[in-house]
């Protein structure tokens, strides 16, 4: 399932990112492509070990550890180092699949890609060409968020990104290895859950049928969550 989720960041915090994306360094998306995928893609990257992508991935690891909307739908175990990216004029990136699996250099971490996410720096009128084509199971996808909004898709999707054809496209993209691996049970997980918050709105927390869904939740999630 794909999900919006709207305002991780604040525009206060995608100016902050933007400001320091402005200073810094950036070199040919290939480093962090596979074979395969590196022959589709043309656009630029912040390296993974520059000190500025560590800085800002931890602004967007704490606007995560706060979104809810992230959390119902991801049910996150491990989120990879946040990375940062760029098209400009005349740059994109062909149909292709995401590795499976990545490794966190310095603490030896594999992170096996369930969810793919790209967190939007840049406002939609800022530039043309650039949208996110995502193979769904319903169907094809185009995405194009406001700064500070997020797609989460599952890794599995072919997808690509169309070209630039006025302006620039920053973004943050990451993945995340879920505690429920499974795409299906994660969607479930997430319609109750979202229907839970509405029945809570209208009946208040105390309501049986209230304490009844939100304990199916629960007891879902620990049949289903791998930790
Ligand atoms: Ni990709």
Redesign the pocket.
Known sequence: MLVKVESVLTKAEVAQCRSVLEGTQWVDGKITAGAQ?AIAKHNLQVPEDAPQARALGEIVLRALGRSQGFNSAAVPFRVFPPLFNRYDVGMK?GA???NAIRFIAGPNIRVRTDL?ATLFLSEPEDYDGGELVIEDTYGTQSVKFAAGDMVLYP?TSL???EEITRGSRWAS?FWIQSMVKDDGGRTLLYQLDQSIIKTRAELGDKHEAVLGLTAVYHNLLRKWAEV
């Open positions: 995928s990136f292709h699949v995401d793919s890794a997808h690509r990104v993209f």
